[in-house]
């Protein structure tokens, strides 16, 4: 078939997507291509019928590019510009659509069979190799906390204050972390309300012992999770404890040697806290807000917009297989691919039970099955990045001082958010209408001590908060 073009019809009539180029088939990148001549193959020496008689190998070709690109996922000869990007992620189960993705072949289905998930040591590291690029040896994007792109955007959190723009592409679920006590605390059975726990931890300092509670980086969701909470309770996070940075992965020792007192991360350290019998679990992050948002796929910005059709593949490949995760017949295959060496490293036992929804929190008698807050991947909006959402990270982060008072939150989201992608990929998977939120607001959000965050006046929640580190007028 050498010297041939052959005319693709990959999208819905009058829905070519900005950003299409026509190119020969069979270039160096092997994309997708469609002629500039109305597809007349007569004026390439050939008949229409004898188009029609071609070989076999021709229908295996064009078998093999249906299944490269799937209808609907690109414009007329406009594939991924490369053949996949370096996307880092850290230990925890809820990078399972990034595992999925690679595992079942979802990244090479869509043409980036190419995209590495690579493994960073902590959340800091991540953010350096966010900042090096793919190009630099570093990552070019990654599961990440959902501050994280915000923070990094802004240069709250690099060196030198210089910003590296990011795009949050989508969030990889809601729901599944867990605050974690130690086990010198099992008879208080500590949960929501942690005054009893205030008491206790007053008591050790006062005997000249230091108290520490452990989150995973400054202004990211465990951070704000557990402040929250620790909040709640009359408990200053920054003048009653030490709050303290720990790498997920390196909770459970730390917890074992004494290092804190309380942590909060996303699993399988939890459960395998238990599981060792160092400690128990206080509550899931759901129990303080219901659904909330959690982890996103964040990408550098200069290469979603050198690459995106390559990123919106990589995006189309992740909502996959996050529909994929959140199917029950799939929960046990899930924990399996989560726990092997490459990804988490962990024994499956470890991992199972949270996955399909069965909580024992270490404390006897306390043990729910299928709990309304287990982690979400795919149902109830999840993978949806929620603009509404973002501006309470910000909040958040206003409060505790990682952004000043006044900042432009809802400039700096029309900036990083990329909802606008996440719907033209749903629409390429054909995705049903009932599964993609109407607004980019989820609207009023009530969390379990009865406060309330509209988006609408976020200042009115940030003044109800009596502790805090922002000064409001």
Same mark, same amino acid.
């Given at each position: 078939?050498?010297?041939?073009? #052959?005319?693709?019809?990959?999208?819905?009539?009058?829905?070519?997507?900005?950003?299409?180029?026509?190119?020969?088939?069979?270039?160096?990148?092997?994309?997708?291509?469609?002629?500039?001549?109305?597809?007349?193959?007569?004026?390439?020496?050939?008949?229409?019928?004898? &188009?029609?008689?071609?070989?076999?190998?021709?229908?295996?070709?064009?078998?093999?590019?249906?299944?490269?690109?799937?209808?609907?996922?690109?414009?007329?000869g406009?594939?991924?510009?490369?053949?996949g990007?370096?996307?880092?992620?850290?230990?925890?189960?809820?990078?399972?659509?990034?595992?999925?993705?690679?595992?079942?072949?979802?990244?090479?289905?869509?043409? %980036?069979?190419?995209?590495?998930?690579?493994?960073?040591?902590? $959340?800091?590291?991540?953010?350096?190799?966010? /900042?090096?690029?793919?190009?630099?040896?570093?990552?070019?994007?990654?599961?990440?906390?959902?501050?994280?792109p915000? #923070?990094?955007?802004a240069?709250?959190?690099?060196?030198?204050?210089?910003?590296?723009?990011?795009?949050? !592409?989508?969030?990889?679920?809601?729901?599944?972390?867990?605050?974690?006590?130690?086990?010198?605390?099992?008879?208080?059975?500590?949960?929501?309300?942690?005054?009893?726990?205030?008491?206790?931890?007053?008591?050790?300092?006062?005997?000249?012992?230091?108290?520490?509670?452990?989150?995973?980086?400054?202004?990211?969701?465990?951070?704000?999770?557990?402040?929250?909470?620790l909040?709640?309770?009359?408990?200053?996070?920054?003048?009653?404890?030490?709050?303290?940075?720990?790498?997920?992965?390196?909770?459970?020792?730390?917890?074992? %040697?004494? @290092?804190?007192?309380? &942590?909060?991360?996303?699993?399988?350290w939890?459960?395998?806290?238990i599981?060792?019998?160092?400690?128990?679990?206080?509550?899931?992050?759901?129990?303080?807000?219901?659904?909330?948002?959690?982890k996103?796929?964040?990408?550098?910005?200069?290469?979603?917009?050198?690459?995106?059709?390559?990123?919106?593949?990589? !995006?189309?490949?992740?909502?996959?297989?996050?529909?994929?995760?959140?199917?029950?017949?799939?929960?046990?295959?899930?924990?399996?691919?989560?726990?092997?060496?490459q $990804?988490?490293?962990?024994?499956?036992e470890?991992?199972?039970?949270?996955?399909?929804?069965?909580?024992?929190?270490?404390?006897?008698?306390?043990? /729910? =099955?299928?709990?309304?807050?287990?982690?979400?991947? $795919?149902?109830?909006?999840?993978?949806?990045?929620?603009?509404?959402?973002?501006?309470?990270?910000?909040?958040?982060?206003?409060?505790?001082?990682?952004?000043?008072?006044?900042?432009?939150?809802?400039?700096?989201?029309?900036?990083?958010?990329?909802?606008?992608? $996440?719907?033209?990929?749903?629409?390429?998977?054909? /995705?049903?209408?009932?599964?993609?939120?109407?607004?980019?607001?989820?609207?009023?959000? @009530? &969390?379990?001590d009865?406060?309330? &965050?509209?988006? =609408?006046?976020?200042?009115?929640?940030?003044?109800?908060?009596?502790?805090?580190?922002?000064?409001?007028?």
């Amino acid at each position: 078939m050498a010297g041939f073009r #052959l005319r693709f019809f990959c999208w819905s009539q009058g829905e070519r997507p900005a950003g299409a180029h026509d190119a020969p088939l069979g270039n160096k990148d092997n994309t997708m291509t469609s002629t500039s001549d109305n597809g007349s193959t007569k004026r390439r020496g050939i008949s229409r019928r004898a &188009f029609l008689k071609s070989t076999a190998g021709t229908a295996a070709l064009l078998g093999a590019v249906q299944t490269q690109f799937p209808a609907g996922a690109f414009a007329q000869g406009a594939g991924p510009e490369v053949k996949g990007a370096k996307l880092g992620f850290i230990a925890l189960t809820d990078a399972a659509p990034l595992f999925v993705a690679k595992e079942k072949g979802m990244f090479a289905k869509y043409g %980036v069979p190419d995209t590495e998930v690579l493994k960073q040591a902590s $959340w800091g590291a991540t953010r350096d190799n966010l /900042v090096l690029g793919g190009d630099g040896n570093g990552i070019d994007g990654a599961h990440i906390l959902t501050p994280m792109p915000y #923070l990094i955007s802004a240069g709250k959190v690099t060196q030198n204050n210089v910003p590296t723009p990011m795009y949050i !592409l989508a969030r990889l679920q809601v729901n599944g972390q867990c605050i974690s006590v130690g086990k010198e605390y099992s008879d208080l059975a500590v949960g929501l309300d942690t005054k009893p726990f205030k008491v206790a931890l007053d008591k050790k300092k006062a005997s000249g012992k230091s108290i520490k509670a452990a989150m995973t980086f400054p202004g990211g969701t465990h951070d704000l999770w557990i402040r929250y909470w620790l909040a709640a309770g009359g408990i200053d996070p920054d003048k009653d404890i030490e709050t303290i940075t720990v790498p997920p992965p390196q909770m459970v020792a730390n917890m074992k %040697v004494g @290092t804190m007192d309380c &942590f909060c991360v996303c699993e399988p350290w939890n459960l395998q806290l238990i599981h060792q019998n160092i400690g128990y679990t206080a509550i899931t992050t759901g129990e303080l807000w219901n659904n909330h948002p959690e982890k996103a796929l964040g990408m550098r910005a200069s290469f979603v917009d050198k690459n995106p059709n390559t990123s919106k593949a990589i !995006l189309m490949a992740t909502m996959e297989a996050q529909m994929w995760c959140d199917k029950p017949e799939n929960y046990a295959e899930v924990a399996a691919i989560c726990a092997k060496r490459q $990804w988490i490293n962990a024994p499956v036992e470890d991992i199972t039970d949270r996955v399909k929804g069965k909580f024992d929190y270490g404390i006897p008698g306390k043990v /729910v =099955e299928k709990h309304p807050q287990m982690m979400r991947y $795919w149902n109830d909006f999840a993978s949806y990045p929620f603009q509404s959402h973002d501006l309470w990270f910000l909040t958040e982060d206003i409060r505790w001082g990682k952004f000043e008072v006044g900042a432009d939150t809802k400039g700096l989201i029309k900036k990083v958010n990329r909802e606008d992608m $996440w719907r033209d990929a749903a629409k390429a998977l054909s /995705v049903p209408a009932a599964q993609i939120p109407t607004s980019t607001s989820r609207g009023k959000e @009530t &969390f379990f001590d009865g406060k309330v &965050f509209d988006p =609408e006046n976020p200042m009115a929640y940030l003044k109800s908060q009596p502790i805090k580190r922002a000064e409001i007028g």
